[in-house]
């Protein structure tokens, strides 16, 4: 060690703190200048993190699920009600949707239709919330040689989750629908208007930049479209939901509040980038 | 290790060396594990806040009364190690929390010999105004306007969670002092 007078080693301590402030700022720009560093250290340590939260996940999960059924138990009467009436509903429609299945079945056999074809997909497992205050996002756990890449899209049971943003080697970061980054190109499928779906951090996403003449009706289904080549077209996203303020926001049909397990389907799609990393706004603007 | 006689400091068996960098690096590495900890897939709401919360808080705490265990490094540490597990654009969390510190060093003298009331209200103080230079970083790091709400909500469970936390981590400075007094 080298030895210091100590009028130095207090000069000294007292300067660190401005030096690493400074140090502060300069992290900022190069944070800024250089996303793929950042990003970079960023999934490095997603990486070393996502085995031990996935090996964690599994009785978390279980607290959560025995918590949720003690909560079911006080609302089990009503439940029950409202799923024999949904039960009912559902089973007309079963009734419609098979008779259309066929009719769609011979319709295409007459017209030598050729299917799309099938994609291929993964399943992945959620194991942390990758949000951050400012960014709506969720962490993927993978195993090695993955095959991921960014831009493939996630899908949950229900609907359309989002897109991956960044890729380590054994994680990878979806970036959410609702978060404020994500530009969906979507039809409403009623009127077949094209639109923007638009995230805000909320629960809800925006719509946005439909066509004059057109207004996006109440419990109007909302799909992807394939403009821009970044979609498929058709995946189901979710319904027009009016908010308090006369604003037609989505409600989502995946539940982005409680993903577990998501499909990551390749459509071998390269046409828009896929969104940025939050911090990345600016550079895409550009 | 007595630092009014320099001259004349005894030999330490590697026992007590292993004992006292344990001591010194307690305030570190149980907050690094903290916010590791809440990073962890909890599902609990307000999570991303309850992170910088839990950051600002430890550090806070352990500046203003253990200030030998929180050097300002470790303290920049600390905040990139936030900054990455939070998602957030990188340096914001080191600078807020940098200058937190700073401010707790400040204000050690006056604080110190306060009651706890004090020092929870001087924490609230500096939480309100981290939260604000993380808003105002945000904003100008994502060139957008963004709401002000979220960070709102962290200052205020920043000033929820010190109380509880200061229990906590009163507990073990006593703990450390004592044991490092024998």
């Known amino acids: ?286 | 290790m007595d630092w009014r006689f320099p001259g004349i400091r005894p030999q330490l068996s590697v026992w007590q060396k292993v004992d006292s960098f344990a001591r010194q690096s307690f305030a570190g590495a149980s907050t690094a594990l903290l916010l590791l900890t809440v990073a962890a897939p909890l599902g609990l709401p307000g999570q991303a806040q309850l992170l910088e919360a839990i950051a600002i808080a430890c550090i806070f705490f352990w500046s203003l009364f253990r200030p030998s265990c929180m050097a300002p490094p470790l303290v920049f540490a600390l905040g990139v190690l936030a900054d990455l597990l939070g998602f957030a654009p990188i340096g914001v969390n080191v600078l807020t929390l940098l200058i937190a510190h700073g401010l707790a060093l400040h204000w050690r003298r006056f604080l110190t010999r306060q009651g706890f009331l004090t020092v929870w209200l001087a924490f609230i103080v500096v939480a309100l105004g981290a939260a604000v230079l993380q808003w105002v970083l945000s904003c100008a790091l994502m060139l957008r306007l963004l709401s002000p709400i979220p960070v709102l909500f962290q200052a205020a469970l920043a000033a929820g969670i010190y109380p509880p936390l200061a229990v906590l981590l009163t507990r073990a400075h006593q703990a450390l002092a004592e044991h490092a007094d024998e």
Do not use: C
């Not at chain 1, 301590?13 to 900022?28: D, E, H, N, R, Y």
């Not at chain 1, 200048?33 to 960023?42: I, P, Q, Y």
């Not at chain 1, 085995?51 to 918590?67: E, F, H, N, Q």
């Open chain 1, 1 to 286: 060690m080298i030895r210091l007078s100590i009028q130095m080693r207090q000069a000294l301590s007292k300067l660190t703190l401005p030096v690493l402030i400074a140090a502060a700022f300069g992290l900022m720009l190069i944070g800024k200048a250089d996303t793929v560093l950042a990003e970079r250290a960023r999934m490095l340590l997603a990486d070393t993190l996502s085995p031990i939260y996935g090996v964690l996940a599994a009785p978390l999960a279980s607290v959560r699920a025995t918590i949720e059924n003690a909560q079911h138990l006080v609302t089990v009467f009503a439940d029950n009600v409202r799923l024999r009436e949904e039960n009912e509903r559902l089973r007309k429609w079963q009734a419609v949707a098979t008779a259309l299945d066929a009719e769609n079945a011979m319709l295409k056999a007459n017209l030598r239709w050729i299917p799309d074809p099938l994609p291929s997909y993964v399943t992945a497992r959620v194991v942390a919330d990758a949000g951050g205050i400012y960014a709506r996002a969720v962490l993927l756990s993978l195993g090695p040689n993955h095959g991921i890449a960014k831009g493939q899209i996630a899908l949950d049971d229900r609907g359309l989750v989002g897109r991956v943003t960044e890729i380590g080697s054994r994680s990878a970061r979806v970036l959410l629908l609702t978060d404020i980054n994500s530009r969906i190109p979507v039809i409403l499928e009623t009127s077949r208007a094209r639109a923007m779906l638009i995230g805000t951090n909320g629960i809800r996403p925006r719509l946005l930049h439909w066509p004059e003449g057109v207004v996006p009706a109440e419990g109007e289904r909302i799909v992807t479209s394939a403009e821009a080549n970044a979609f498929p077209a058709g995946l189901p996203v979710g319904i027009v939901r009016y908010s308090p303020g006369n604003i037609p926001e989505v409600e989502p049909a995946a539940r982005l509040d409680r993903l577990e397990v998501i499909r990551l389907f390749d459509y071998g799609l390269r046409g828009a980038a896929s969104p940025d990393a939050p911090n990345r706004a600016s550079d895409r603007r550009r």
